[in-house]
């Protein structure tokens, strides 16, 4: 069964908003970083997903057929039109938090893109197949991060524990099905999220043991991210990553 | 503009097509050839053919089509790479090419050359290896060695350092 034009867009603008918005989160810390090392790798990260969220929003406008590009998606829409999980715009916090949100996320992605490897839609398998060799090697190192600093000092374990507490409620939101990833679903174009619960859920919780850090019980979820419905914060950084589009319309390097 | 004949070869560039006015016509084999001249913008010691990029050559007539693969969807000489192919191939006489981009099968490492893992390492990087480490120090020769970190100066390097000689280098990432 083929899925309409209009909730392929959608579901497209969902996985490119989610590297676009990650990428520029992580990005934050360039210049910033406790130590030189980590700050190239975590700039090197934000390069990664700034390039795939390329891939993925020039198909999204390819497959919309207005004539916008990447940059246009990117830099022309409001708060309300991105798609992106609650997940990736959570502010940075210190070091230790944006390495966990970072975890969270890349487990995920590696399940996902392993899926849409499988894609029905050619292009999309092809996007999956190039980014996920990239997302392999960002989920070695947050694994490696987080585990390293839940068991390492008690002030750094403390941190880590906190950090996750806090993320906690923005996992849910990653394994939601709704209307648009059903008829993507039943396309075959892409996986129900809640079918990557199981193996997510391994990932995580083989790190978190090897961290000795404790997975939260609880099962509440933080929803809106996919329907367009953010966390104020969103409009923080579209403030900073869309000014200079706004004000100097059509202004190139 | 297909007729149309192409400007000289300029001398020295090239020595495989007479410059007599009676040219050899266009082959693949050449265009490889020139291509094997165009330094990665980054790593400057190995070519973008070398580097495994390249992943065709096709002629339509007198028209060029370079299909390249990207090595980091985000590495910023991707678009720097896709210049200077066209400006090697337009200071060559071959105005009518274009590029296309292949994602499938993504880039690999495996597809660095023999000659070009030979220039990485000559340079003072360690070529990349199959078990994700690099082998031996590239300047001392040393086996031990240690992680500084996994990101490096460029998208496709992570920084090691030799416990032998104590000094830093780089290793070209597995992929």
Same mark, same amino acid.
């Given at each position: 069964?083929?899925?309409?034009?209009?909730?392929?867009?959608?579901?497209?603008?969902?996985?490119?908003?989610?590297?676009?918005?990650?990428?520029?989160?992580?990005?934050?810390?360039?210049?910033? &970083?406790?130590?030189?090392?980590?700050?190239?790798?975590?700039?090197?990260?934000?390069?990664?997903?700034?390039?795939?969220?390329?891939?993925?929003?020039?198909?999204?406008?390819?497959?919309?057929? #207005?004539?916008?590009?990447?940059? &246009?998606?990117?830099?022309?829409?409001?708060?309300?039109?991105?798609?992106?999980?609650?997940?990736?715009?959570?502010?940075? +916090?210190?070091?230790?938090?944006?390495?966990? *949100?970072?975890?969270?996320?890349?487990?995920?992605?590696?399940?996902?893109?392993?899926?849409?490897?499988?894609?029905?839609?050619?292009?999309?398998?092809?996007?999956?197949? #190039?980014?996920?060799?990239?997302?392999?090697?960002?989920?070695?190192?947050?694994?490696?991060?987080?585990?390293?600093?839940?068991? +390492?000092?008690?002030?750094?374990?403390?941190?880590?524990?906190?950090?996750?507490?806090?993320?906690?409620?923005?996992?849910?939101?990653?394994?939601?099905?709704?209307?648009?990833?059903?008829?993507?679903?039943?396309?075959?174009? +892409?996986?129900?999220?809640?079918?990557? *619960?199981?193996?997510?859920?391994?990932?995580?919780?083989?790190?978190?043991?090897?961290?000795?850090?404790? *997975?939260?019980?609880?099962?509440?979820?933080?929803?809106?991210? #996919?329907?367009? *419905?953010?966390?104020?914060?969103?409009?923080?950084?579209?403030?900073?990553?869309?000014?200079?589009?706004?004000?100097?319309?059509? &202004?190139?390097? | 503009?297909?007729?149309?004949?192409?400007?000289? $070869?300029?001398?020295?560039?090239?020595?495989? %097509? @007479?410059?007599?006015?009676?040219?050899?016509?266009?082959?693949?084999?050449? $265009?490889?050839?020139?291509l094997? !001249?165009?330094?990665?913008?980054?790593?400057?010691?190995?070519?973008? $053919?070398?580097? /495994?990029?390249i %992943?065709?050559v096709?002629?339509? /007539?007198?028209?060029v089509v370079v299909t390249v !693969?990207?090595?980091?969807?985000?590495?910023?000489?991707?678009? $720097?790479?896709?210049?200077?192919i066209?400006?090697?191939?337009?200071?060559?006489?071959?105005?009518?090419a %274009?590029i296309e981009?292949?994602?499938? @099968?993504?880039?690999? !490492?495996?597809?660095?050359?023999?000659?070009?893992?030979?220039?990485?390492?000559?340079?003072?990087?360690?070529?990349?290896?199959?078990? /994700?480490? @690099?082998?031996?120090?590239? %300047?001392?020769?040393?086996?031990?060695?240690?992680? !500084?970190?996994?990101?490096?100066?460029?998208?496709?390097?992570?920084?090691?350092?030799?416990?032998?000689?104590?000094?830093?280098?780089?290793?070209?990432?597995?992929?």
């Amino acid at each position: 069964m083929a899925v309409d034009r209009d909730t392929l867009f959608d579901w497209l603008l969902r996985l490119g908003d989610n590297t676009l918005v990650l990428s520029h989160r992580v990005s934050e810390w360039c210049g910033h &970083a406790p130590v030189l090392e980590e700050d190239i790798a975590l700039a090197n990260t934000a390069l990664d997903l700034i390039g795939q969220t390329q891939m993925w929003l020039n198909l999204a406008g390819e497959v919309e057929g #207005k004539g916008r590009d990447a940059d &246009a998606l990117a830099y022309l829409r409001d708060a309300w039109d991105f798609r992106n999980l609650l997940l990736v715009e959570r502010p940075n +916090g210190d070091f230790g938090h944006t390495m966990m *949100r970072q975890f969270l996320f890349d487990a995920w992605q590696n399940v996902l893109l392993a899926r849409l490897k499988e894609s029905t839609d050619q292009r999309v398998a092809d996007i999956a197949e #190039k980014a996920l060799k990239e997302a392999a090697y960002h989920l070695e190192r947050s694994r490696g991060t987080v585990i390293a600093l839940g068991d +390492g000092t008690g002030e750094s374990h403390a941190r880590m524990q906190s950090a996750l507490d806090a993320l906690w409620d923005y996992v849910g939101e990653m394994f939601l099905d709704d209307d648009v990833d059903r008829a993507i679903a039943d396309a075959g174009v +892409g996986p129900l999220p809640s079918t990557l *619960r199981g193996e997510w859920d391994g990932i995580v919780n083989a790190a978190l043991n090897e961290a000795t850090l404790a *997975r939260p019980d609880s099962d509440f979820a933080q929803t809106g991210g #996919k329907t367009g *419905r953010h966390t104020e914060d969103l409009g923080y950084i579209l403030a900073e990553m869309q000014f200079l589009q706004r004000a100097y319309p059509g &202004a190139t390097w | 503009m297909s007729n149309a004949p192409l400007a000289p $070869v300029p001398a020295g560039k090239d020595r495989t %097509r @007479p410059d007599d006015g009676a040219r050899a016509p266009l082959t693949p084999d050449h $265009v490889w050839q020139l291509l094997d !001249t165009v330094p990665d913008p980054e790593i400057p010691v190995i070519s973008l $053919v070398d580097l /495994g990029i390249i %992943r065709a050559v096709d002629l339509d /007539g007198d028209k060029v089509v370079v299909t390249v !693969t990207p090595t980091y969807s985000g590495c910023p000489a991707t678009r $720097v790479i896709n210049e200077d192919i066209l400006a090697c191939l337009h200071a060559n006489g071959i105005e009518n090419a %274009r590029i296309e981009t292949r994602l499938s @099968p993504a880039w690999t !490492t495996d597809w660095i050359s023999e000659k070009g893992r030979a220039a990485l390492l000559e340079y003072g990087i360690a070529p990349p290896q199959p078990k /994700g480490i @690099p082998e031996a120090c590239p %300047r001392c020769g040393g086996r031990s060695l240690e992680l !500084t970190a996994q990101f490096g100066s460029t998208p496709c390097k992570a920084l090691w350092r030799c416990n032998d000689c104590l000094e830093p280098f780089d290793y070209f990432k597995c992929i």
